[in-house]
Nanobody, 112 residues
Framework: QVQLVESGGGLVQAGGSLRLTCTASISINTMGWYRQAPGQQRELVAIMANGANIRYSDSVKGRFTVSRDKARTAVYLQMNNLKPEDTAVYYC?????????WGKGTLVTVSS
C-alpha cells in the first residue's frame, strides 16, 4: 500500500518560515499540498505535475514554493512570510491514475 508521510509542521510566529516534507513509498508524478483550517473545507495550496507544471493557490503565491526530488518520491513546501491565516493542517497528496492519496497531515500554527 502506498504511504505518504508528512513532517515539518510546528508553531511559528507571523513572518517566519517553515519547510514541510512529504515522502512517498513509491515514485509519483503528481504530488502537492492541501490544507484545512478549523471549520473550513480542505483547499489546494500547491501542486506539481510531471516535475514542471505547478499550480498555487492565490493566497500563497509569492510566499510558498513547492518542489520535488529527482526520484519523484518526495515533495517539499517552503513557506515564507507566514501569516496567522495560514494556520491549518497541511496534507500531502499524490495522484496515481484516477486515485488520489492523502497523508495524515501535519499541523502548522502561526501566531500573531
Amino acid at each position: 500500500q502506498v504511504q505518504l508521510v508528512e513532517s515539518g509542521g510546528g508553531l511559528v510566529q507571523a513572518g517566519g518560515s517553515l519547510r514541510l516534507t512529504c515522502t512517498a513509498s513509491i515514485s509519483i508524478n503528481t504530488m502537492g499540498w492541501y490544507r484545512q483550517a478549523p471549520g473550513q473545507q480542505r483547499e489546494l495550496v500547491a501542486i506539481m505535475a510531471n516535475g514542471a507544471n505547478i499550480r498555487y493557490s492565490d493566497s500563497v503565491k509569492g510566499r510558498f514554493t513547492v518542489s520535488r526530488d529527482k526520484a519523484r518520491t518526495a515533495v517539499y513546501l517552503q513557506m515564507n512570510n507566514l501569516k496567522p491565516e495560514d494556520t491549518a493542517v497541511y496534507y500531502c497528496t499524490g495522484r496515481i491514475s484516477t486515485n488520489t492519496l492523502w497523508g495524515k497531515g501535519t499541523l502548522v500554527t502561526v501566531s500573531s
